[in-house]
T-cell receptor
Framework: NAGVTQTPKFRVLKTGQSMTLLCAQDMNHEYMYWYRQDPGMGLRLIHYSVGEGTTAKGEVPDGYNVSRLKKQNFLLGLESAAPSQTSVYFC??????????????FGSGTRLTVV | GDSVTQMEGPVTLSEEAFLTINCTYTATGYPSLFWYVQYPGEGLQLLLKATKADDKGSNKGFEATYRKETTSFHLEKGSVQVSDSAVYFCALSNTGNQFYFGTGTSLTVIP
């Protein structure tokens, strides 16, 4: 089915390790986003991209880097994982600016634990 | 800045009970308003939306009306089912490039 695919679904890291989360969409969406979801805090925007080759910081960008080398892929990197980065990470994409009333399509999430 | 406030949960209801989850917002201009639903172990799915004042969004028996005078977008369903158990998020989008989400309300429906 068309949509947003996130890999991996689960991962356990040791403090200081690095990893990359991959988000792929096949809907030709321009906009892509990375959120983290923590209990009692809803979803918080980490980084986003408004097109191939572009990235921008969201609400909580520290400790993360992103790249959008291809339109369909949006990568989220953790260079040196910390326990505070234990969370569920969601990728989302949209066709147009959100102010136009177009919703997001979300991936199923990556559950990351940093020990 | 823009923000969304929704009622805290968890909410537990018996099957066929009436559901209301309150959502109010703060925003300049004319935002679009959304309700998303997250089932256990899954990502968020768009449930319904409204893009201008007095619009009513509806889907799967759920409804919400965009009330600009009270800056609200409360979610309602007349008769909940066990399958409605999930976490519900209110959200808004404005002229920027992102959504603003509420903290989510967990609903459990018991038979």
């Amino acid at each position: 089915n068309a949509g947003v695919t996130q890999t991996p679904k689960f991962r356990v890291l040791k403090t200081g390790q690095s990893m990359t989360l991959l988000c792929a969409q096949d809907m030709n969406h321009e906009y892509m986003y990375w959120y983290r979801q923590d209990p009692g805090m809803g979803l918080r925007l980490i980084h986003y991209s408004v097109g191939e080759g572009t990235t921008a910081k969201g609400e909580v960008p520290d400790g993360y880097n992103v790249s959008r080398l291809k339109k369909q892929n949006f990568l989220l990197g953790l260079e040196s994982a910390a326990p505070s980065q234990t969370s569920v990470y969601f990728c989302a994409s949209s066709y147009k600016r959100t102010g136009g009333g177009y919703g997001y399509t979300f991936g199923s999430g990556t559950r990351l634990t940093v020990v | 800045g823009d923000s969304v406030t929704q009622m805290e949960g968890p909410v537990t209801l018996s099957e066929e009970a009436f559901l209301t989850i309150n959502c109010t917002y703060t925003a300049t201009g004319y935002p679009s308003l959304f309700w998303y639903v997250q089932y256990p172990g899954e990502g968020l799915q768009l449930l319904l939306k409204a893009t201008k004042a007095d619009d009513k969004g509806s889907n799967k028996g759920f409804e919400a009306t965009y009330r600009k005078e009270t800056t609200s977008f409360h979610l309602e369903k007349g008769s909940v089912q066990v399958s409605d158990s999930a976490v519900y998020f209110c959200a808004l989008s404005n002229t920027g490039n992102q959504f603003y989400f509420g903290t989510g309300t967990s609903l459990t429906v018991i038979p």
